[in-house]
């Protein structure tokens, strides 16, 4: 979309008739809020009320203090030690609307960045060796500015004046130009349109950006904040550090997500990002996933998604899969059981029981998505100053960078556009104040590389991703590249046992962190449901699912129990397996069943299917031990998944 210049300001016009206030008065009758057929332009005559011609409007005095102006000038005048606090408010003479004033406060200004002391004589030679001493009203005026003010005390109180109504005048330009161009593209549809509303968006953001501008600090104030934090540790009253994540070892590595960074979470295609990503924004979002054992914070966080590549509909099946159990591709199939099946003496919830109870808890999460294709990085961030205004959200997630385009002028090749995404999507972890995961493809790099396991190098067509980048992950699953090997087919009679520590296995490589270490996290993987958890043999017994381990034939106990790697031994039988009182395909993808009902969410600990259909101790784990014997390593196959309340 190109924008067209406009030849003058509306709220600087001094006389006569602008060319921006002859564009928009060219009808008589000037606008009306709601215009019969005039609409805008032809008298407004249907609308509510009768709006003013905007020449009429532009005529007005814009704001301003001329008051405020003298004695902040005078005061500066007459004491150069209050410079260095005026400068922290008025970031340039713009700020002041007089003209005369501009050129004097620049003069003053130049004058302190040599002198230490700035007093009338010296700034009016420098006044006049620009050739300027009398356009701003000779010796006379600068002495009536060093008379203006009763002291400098309000010297600061005046600069804020004068900076309040210099950013009012320039919300009157902006929206003078946002009149002229929508008017000007009074045609535009579809994505010109949106351009259009995006960049108004931008205009009056950045007027508001202004006050929020960071501002200096002395070591002392934030030496004083690092002891009351520390304080607060050494209290017990650890202050809430980031956003926590709900994989424990991922927690413990980056302390969370933190306030105001940028995570690329980077993978080769068909990686899995999009699945982590969508765990990440659901278990962020419901807080349900979080182990007690590692006093995180369960408090949910609103989430905003900007998925670019898949839609909303495909995104719901996810999630409903992930959570419910129920493998996404019998969702997508329709091929779902109904009714209660029998195994052994364990009845089971049917498929679509799961999901409806699944979609009656995810209903109820923090959890808001944009799938809007085709963004820019500057719509994008429009839209997700929305999302944090409108529903609080304390981490977006952008699925994925590459699909994002950049501002016109970046277009000079891919690597510019990629670069210029990039910083923007850094100025908005830094503006919001919130992390945001920026997903992104990664080069043939580690297709070529022994174990082919990725690196930071790899990330694709831009070395900005990686500077811009706080937190760089990149994630990797090394039985990727072996489908259809024997030795690495669980099912296989050629099966490597070596490799049974890597099937069903992802990584999360740590590959920067500009505040931390770097580090690899292991996860599981369950394909099925595109489902990553945290891994087995580390969290034994304090895994949030409560046992995620497929259940065997006479398996090994719940959770990561004996038995082998309970999440890698294959679905089916009646074991012990499984998070909730019984094993077998109803627990095998590790979710347990959902809650009972959306509206009470939290079960208490010892709930189990086999108690609510009043079946014998002795056989709620389909064969397995009696529960009143004492349990294998690792927990009761019956209770270890309950003992972490889901949500």
Known sequence: MRLTTISSNPSSNSGGTSDFERRFTTRPGGFGSRGGKGGFGGGGGGGDRQLEPLGKMFDRTPPVSPEAE???????????????????????????????????????????????????????????DRGVLEEVGGRAYLGELVSAPPGTANAVHWAKIVSDKARLRRLIDAAGEILFQTYHHGQAEGDEAKQLVGWAEQKVFEIAREEHSADIESMQVMMQREIDLLNAIADGNLPAQGVKTGFADLDKMLGGLQPGEMIILAARPSMGKTALALNL??????????????????QPAPVGLFSLEMGKNALAQRWLSAWSGVESQRI????????????????????????????????????????????????????????????????????????????????????????????GVKELARELKIPVIALSQLNRGPEGREGNRPRMSDLRESGSLEQDADVVLLLH?????????????????????????????????????????????????????????????????????????????????????AGGHASHAPAGGHGGGGGMAYGGDFDAVGFGPINPTPQAPVRSAGWHPGKQAGIPDNHRDGGGPDRSAPPPSGGDGGDSGDEQAPF
């Open 70 to 128: 003298k004695c902040l000038l005078g005061a500066m005048i007459l004491d150069g030690r209050i410079i260095a606090d005026v400068l922290s408010i008025i970031k340039g003479p713009e700020a002041f609307h007089s003209s005369a004033h501009a050129l004097i406060y620049q003069a003053i200004v130049s004058i302190s960045d040599k002198h230490n002391d700035i007093d009338p004589v010296l700034l009016e030679q420098r006044l006049a």
């Open 281 to 298: 924004a659901e278990q962020i979002a419901t807080g349900k996933d979080l182990p007690r054992s590692t006093h995180l914070s369960r």
């Open 332 to 423: 997508r199939a329709g091929t779902l059981s109904k009714g209660m099946t029998r195994h052994g003496y364990v009845e089971e919830l049917d498929e679509y029981k799961k999901l409806v109870d699944a979609a009656g808890a995810l209903a109820l999460a923090p959890l808001y998505v944009d799938d809007t294709p085709g963004l820019s990085i500057t719509g994008l961030r429009a839209r997700a100053r929305r999302m944090v205004a409108q529903y609080g959200v304390q981490c977006i997630m952008i699925d994925y960078l590459q699909l994002l385009s950049s501002p016109m002028q970046a277009r000079e090749s891919r690597q510019v556009e990629v670069s210029a995404i990039s910083r």
């Open 477 to 561: 699953r090394e039985e990727y590249y072996h489908k259809g090997e024997p030795a690495w087919d669980i099912n296989s009679p050629q099966f490597d046992e070596n490799n049974r520590d890597k099937v069903g296995q992802a990584e999360i490589i740590i590959a920067k962190q500009r505040n931390g270490p770097t580090g690899v996290v292991a996860l599981s993987w369950d394909a099925g449901t595109t489902r990553f958890k945290n891994f087995a043999p580390t969290h034994a017994g304090d895994d949030a699912y409560g046992g995620f381990g497929h259940g065997g034939s006479g398996g090994g106990a719940g959770g990561h129990a």
